[in-house]
Every structure is written in structure tokens, then in C-alpha cells.
């Protein structure tokens, strides 16, 4: 009876697990938005990487192992985009962007502004995964320099941007 336990607990547990991501939403206060915004860029970078490997292979598909690289470059390409709306969700939306009185017009515009970006981006990254059009790519590069902007501020992107 103990071994039934046993096992039907391992399966249980086994069933229930979900995996652990970056960032716990406990207030930690450890929190590194820039490097956030690195991997985002990052992201963005692989995407247009799989997206022109998917054009280019899909071209000369004729055997076997073209197709298992095609196959691995959509599924590169489907990761990084998922990855890339995670930062958005679980990281921005979830925990960095607060909430903020419309009673406080100036904060309030910047909050809803923040809120857009956000989820343009996430919807261009959906966009990035059904398509392999590179204007995508571009237009998550300009939206995302833009939240920057929004996010952290001109004069912060200027001394950033120098370096």
C-alpha cells in the first residue's frame, strides 16, 4: 500500500509541475530592467536570424535533412518569440509597470503609453511566429526602442545609447 502511495504521489507531483520561471513575482526587489530589455533585443535578433534561414532553406527543400533544418529553424524561431512575450508579460507587464491613478494625468498618460508598447509588442511577436515577413522584425526593433524611450526615459537612452 506504502509503494501505491508512493507512486501515486510521484505521478501527481509529476502531472502538477510547471516549470519555474525568471522572475518570481515575490517582492525581491531584484530587478534588472536594462538587461530585460537586452534579452529582448536579443530575442528580436534570433527571430530575424530563423526567419531568414526559414526563407532561405525553404527554397532548396528537396531532402531530408533540409527539412529537418527547416523544421529546427520554425521551432527556433516559435522559442525565442514565446521567450520574447514572456519578458513582456511576466517581467514588464506583471510586475514593473504599476498601476497608476488617472487622477495623475502626466503619470497616467506614461502609464497607458507603457501599457500600449507593451502590448504591441506582444502582438508583433504573435505576428514574428505565424509569418516569416521580416517587416516584423523591424517594426518589434522600433517598438521596443520606443518603450525604452517611454520606460526609462530620452536623456537615459541618449547616455545609454553612447556607450
Known sequence: ???????VTA???????????AHCEIPCGIYDDEMRVHMLQEHILTIEKSMKKINELSTKAKDPQTYNQLVRWIMNKEKHAKKFQHIVWRYFLT???????????????????????????????????????????????KTLLEFEEVYFGKKHIEEHHKH
Open 11 to 21: 505521478l501527481i507531483m509529476s502531472i502538477t509541475y510547471t516549470k519555474s520561471f
Open 95 to 141: 510586475q514593473r509597470v504599476k498601476p497608476v491613478s488617472p487622477e495623475n494625468h502626466k503619470e497616467y498618460e506614461i502609464y497607458l503609453k507603457k501599457l500600449e508598447l507593451l502590448h504591441k509588442l506582444s502582438f508583433y511577436a504573435m505576428k514574428a511566429k505565424q509569418t516569416v515577413d521580416l517587416k516584423y522584425i523591424d517594426i518589434l526593433r
Open 1 to 7: 500500500m506504502k509503494k501505491f502511495i508512493y507512486l
